[in-house]
């Protein structure tokens, strides 16, 4: 069975600040998703990057960049010029492909951004 | 486009009462998953459903039961409440297999 362990249970950072969160993950698998999530005091899961296995570019969306580091098993999320609508908890997910069962979610880092 | 919506948005049971939570989603995804999260814990998958009329069992589904009558529908049964079950549930959706899940906004319950 995959895990996806985030040893980051808090951290924090000051605004217009850069800060990296970890992921690792274990798995046989050669083809598989990445996939990290914010959850804001709101609740709402709202999905933050995606990442394909057999594709070795980092994936980018705007201020959030990832380093995959797919012999390490290795997925971090970079934040830059971090901003306080960033304070969340953040989840690392893993899919095999198949999805179902095979979607399995890390324990969350909660992250604070401060003025 | 409302996603996928779950309701209620918050609910207290007492022990060994019976409740359904309801999920339905508007994106025609075949894929539907319940998922639970205990505090300062990741999201635990209950059940899951490949499409309508197929149901699988997750990592923690005791305690629960799915149905999968509609593409659009995926309700959670919770027949004998627990203080266990004490949790927030998650209802989410995808259109294929190796893409990313919609979340509703989550149900707390807290079963006293």
């Known amino acids: 069975a995959q895990t996806v362990t985030q040893s980051q249970p808090e951290m924090s950072v000051q605004e217009a600040e850069t800060v990296t969160l970890s992921c690792t993950y274990d798995?046989?698998?050669?083809?598989?998703?990445l996939f990290w999530y914010k959850q804001p005091p709101s609740r709402q899961m709202i999905l933050v990057i995606r990442?394909?296995?057999?594709?070795?570019q980092n994936a980018t969306e705007n201020r959030f960049s990832v380093n995959f580091q797919k012999a390490a098993k290795s997925f971090s999320l970079k934040i830059s010029d971090s901003q306080l609508g960033d304070t969340a908890m953040y989840f690392c997910?893993?899919?095999?492909?198949?999805?179902?069962?095979?979607?399995?979610f890390g324990p969350g880092t909660r992250l604070s951004v401060l003025p | 486009n409302a996603g996928v919506t779950q309701t209620p948005k918050f609910r207290i049971l007492k022990i060994g009462q019976s409740m359904t939570l309801q999920c339905t989603q508007d994106?025609?995804?075949?894929?539907m998953y319940w998922y639970r999260q205990d505090p300062g814990m990741g999201l635990k998958l209950i059940y899951y459903?490949?499409?309508?009329?197929?149901?699988d069992k997750g990592e923690v589904p005791n305690g629960y039961n799915v149905s999968r009558s509609t593409t659009e529908d995926f309700p959670l049964r919770l027949e004998l409440a627990a203080p266990s079950q004490t949790s927030v549930y998650f209802c989410?959706?995808?259109?294929?297999?190796?893409?990313?899940?919609?979340f509703g906004q989550g149900t707390r319950l807290t079963v006293v």
């Open positions: 989410a959706s995808s259109s294929g297999r190796e893409t990313e899940a919609f």
């Open positions: 798995t046989s698998e050669n083809n598989y998703y």
């Open positions: 990442q394909e296995a057999y594709k070795q």
């Open positions: 997910a893993f899919m095999k492909p198949g999805g179902g069962q095979n979607f399995v």
């Open positions: 994106m025609n995804h075949n894929y």
């Open positions: 459903s490949v499409g309508a009329g197929i149901t």
